[in-house]
């Protein structure tokens, strides 16, 4: 109690916690860090709620290794395979969300990057977004280079997505085929780009706690306010289709000292949250105050009605 009283205040004062000190407050009891998250959460944030949804917009054939996920080729799942979706389809999806209250949307490919061809392709979409629906577009293209963030903010995509997805020590247990540098240098060349980025991580990868504060602080030196925290679903025919299984209590516990870690950024609840018996509403009670909302790239989340009818009982402005 003392522990999170101090560190509270510290945040409050606008320091920021070390790392020494996000392990201590890790091991406090969970309801009072939980408690102490979100009154920082609404310290820093008030109630107002960051919901987007997202489109799978080229799925499967990935070349990389990631352990987790069920786009990679180099593992046999049942994600389905094609390549970009045309515009008409992209503005479709777009206005679907956005008749629904959304108003943030992003379009995420599967691969490595998209090359030169496909980002025009996407370019013209974006665009198309734009002039025909009230909603902001963001984008994860993949490795870009600063000059392909360009383009793409040019057409009139406002964020970047790119997972930083565990720690630097932990990163080449769970990818080989790049490394955590190269994501970090994608998320400089998208802000130097002026393109604001979305970057977080993956629990449950089979990381340390101190890889997950790790993964924290990183994203605080780069300067981070949209960071997605996704539980890991094991899927079938990757190499972590075994992995335990987080509980709500253990997203609850990284939230809330994600939350005492990055005070005034948006914490959100993205992949995994399917999982969850409560729908994430304890983690929106831990300082979480976002999410991903519909359906995800290869499994199935919760519906945008019932989400904005939980959080709006929750008392958060969306």
């Not at 560190?7 to 939980?34: M, R, S």
């Not at 996407?122 to 734009?130: L, Q, S």
């Not at 993964?215 to 335990?244: H, Q």
């Not at 009670?285 to 709006?312: C, F, P, V």
Request: with cysteine; aromatic share 6%.
């Amino acid at each position: 109690m003392k522990v999170i009283q101090h560190l509270k205040e510290k945040i409050w004062d606008g320091e920021e916690i070390t790392k020494e000190e996000a392990v201590l407050l890790y091991e406090q009891p969970l309801e009072e860090l939980c408690r102490s998250a979100d009154k920082i959460r609404e310290h820093f944030c008030g109630n107002d709620f960051d919901l987007c949804t997202i489109i799978n917009g080229k799925s499967g054939r990935c070349s990389e290794d990631c352990k987790y996920c069920a786009q990679s080729a180099y593992y046999h799942t049942s994600a389905k395979e094609y390549p970009l979706l045309d515009t008409a389809e992209i503005v479709r999806q777009a206005k679907y969300n956005a008749d629904r209250g959304v108003r943030r949307y992003s379009v995420v490919t599967s691969g490595r990057a998209l090359n030169d061809s496909e980002v025009d392709q996407m370019c013209e979409a974006i665009r198309a977004v734009r002039e025909k629906v009230n909603i902001k577009v963001c984008v994860s293209f993949g490795l870009l280079s600063e000059e392909q963030f360009r383009r793409i903010k040019d057409a009139g995509a406002l964020r970047v997505h790119n997972n930083l997805e565990t720690s630097r020590r932990n990163f080449p247990n769970v990818c080989t085929t790049h490394t955590f540098e190269d994501k970090v240098n994608a998320i400089k060349a998208a802000k130097a780009a002026d393109l604001s980025v979305c970057s977080g991580g993956i629990m449950g990868l089979g990381e340390t706690v101190e890889d997950r504060i790790d993964m924290a602080i990183s994203l605080r030196e780069l300067g981070i306010k949209s960071v997605p925290v996704n539980m890991l679903n094991p899927i079938p025919g990757t190499p972590y289709e075994e992995n335990t299984r987080l509980t709500v209590d253990d997203m609850r516990r990284i939230v809330a000292v994600f939350r005492f870690i990055l005070p005034d950024a948006s914490i959100r609840l993205a992949g995994g949250r399917g999982l969850m018996a409560d729908k994430g509403e304890g983690c929106f009670q831990s300082g979480a105050n976002a999410a991903i909302s519909g359906d995800m790239l290869t499994t199935a989340g919760y519906t945008i009605e019932t989400d904005m009818k939980m959080l709006r009982r929750l008392g958060y402005k969306i």
